[in-house]
């Protein structure tokens, strides 16, 4: 069965500093991965997307993840924080597609950004 | 925007009730998805339709139903509501892999 861990709930950075937030994945078959972010009172939103074939994944607002098979990881970066990027952050995995396709979300990560 | 409509916005009803959401997924997305957020319990999937029919069950309730249309929107039904069941429940519709949101409903049970 497919799964997703998120280590820890709550990450903190300045304003300008590395972000990088942590995902790892189980999977019987090549997953499909993602992940969203989540402002306050707001559905989740697509940030990026691996689906086999680059495993250096750019998605919106400057964030990035690589997919590394050996680690079973696909952690998200951003070079430099911003304010905005204030919000939840939710990795996800899906092992099929279309009919049978099932989205496995982690418990999400609280990113603060500090002035 | 992501296209997936959903309505309302709020609801606050009372313990004992019953309530039905309404979802209209992307135009083309044949996956609809209902997940329940709280504080406490955080992003809970709770089914999964896909051209009608029932594809994945997750936490959901035997209280709670949802049923998909030939139109492909989509319908959640909360029944004897508890004060516990006060949450957001998003709805989400995919075409293939990833999901595409909605705003959500805010439920609050008094």
């Known amino acids: 069965a497919q799964s997703v861990t998120q280590l820890g709930s709550h990450v903190s950075v300045s304003e300008g500093a590395l972000v990088l937030l942590r995902c790892n994945y189980s999977?019987?078959?090549?997953?499909?991965l993602f992940w969203y972010v989540q402002y306050p009172n707001q559905g989740l939103q697509l940030l990026l997307k691996?689906?086999?074939?680059?495993?250096l994944v750019k998605g919106i607002n400057g964030f990035e993840a690589e997919f590394k098979k050996s680690e079973t990881s696909f952690h998200l970066t951003k070079p430099s924080a911003h304010m905005s990027d204030a919000a939840e952050y939710f990795c996800a995995v899906s092992e099929y597609t279309g009919a049978n396709s099932k989205l496995t979300f982690g418990k999400g990560i609280t990113l603060s950004v500090r002035p | 925007d992501s296209g997936v409509t959903q309505t309302p916005k709020h609801l606050i009803t009372a313990t004992g009730q019953r309530v039905t959401l309404r979802c209209s997924p992307r135009?083309?997305?044949?996956?609809v998805y209902w997940y329940q957020q709280s504080l406490d319990q955080g992003l809970q999937f709770l089914i999964q339709y896909y051209n009608g029919e029932e594809r994945a069950k997750g936490n959901i309730l035997e209280r709670f139903s949802a049923q998909q249309f030939p139109d492909l929107h989509s319908e959640l039904n909360l029944s004897s509501l508890e004060l516990g069941d006060s949450a957001l429940y998003f709805c989400a519709s995919s075409p293939d892999t990833e999901a595409f949101f909605g705003q959500g409903t805010r439920l609050t049970v008094v």
């Open positions: 691996y689906t086999s074939a680059a495993t």
């Open positions: 999977s019987s078959v090549p997953p499909y």
């Open positions: 135009s083309g997305d044949l996956s």
